[in-house]
């Protein structure tokens, strides 16, 4: 099982992105994929949620309203769509998978398989 986080990149402040999950020997439509980041110096710290089935998306607080994830099950793809991006928002960011279908809160600790990670760049 690989996951692999792409899409990141330099951006100025207020601009957007758009980060995108993919895998091999695995399928993301039955699984709840998470998004982290981890900035330089700092924890790594949960993003967002989408889960499988409900594809009800949730973000933490800090990037709620600015930041969506969505998924597109044809294409084995999981998104996370950033807009109105601020330099705090600079982190490597990676997405994951516990298993199970349904999001159960942002807790690394929990994931079962990682992404390497895509760089974001927020800056001027």
């Known amino acids: 099982v690989q996951l692999q986080a792409s899409g990141g990149g330099l951006v100025q402040p207020g601009g957007s992105l758009r980060l995108s999950c993919t895998a091999s020997?695995?399928?993301?439509?039955?699984?709840?994929i998470y998004w982290f980041r981890q900035a330089p110096g700092k924890e790594r710290e949960g993003v967002s949620c989408?889960?499988?089935?409900?594809?009800?998306?949730f973000a933490t607080d800090s990037v709620k309203g600015r930041f969506t994830a969505s998924r597109d099950n044809a294409k084995n793809t999981v998104y996370l769509q950033m807009n109105n991006l601020e330099p705090e928002n600079t982190a490597i960011y990676y997405c994951?998978?516990?298993?199970?279908?349904?999001?159960?809160?942002?807790?690394?600790?929990?994931?079962?398989?990682w992404g390497k990670g895509t760089q974001v760049t927020v800056s001027s």
């Open positions: 020997g695995f399928i993301l439509d039955y699984y709840a």
């Open positions: 994951a998978t516990d298993e199970t279908s349904n999001c159960r809160g942002l807790r690394d600790y929990a994931m079962i398989h």
């Open positions: 989408i889960s499988s089935t409900i594809g009800n998306p």
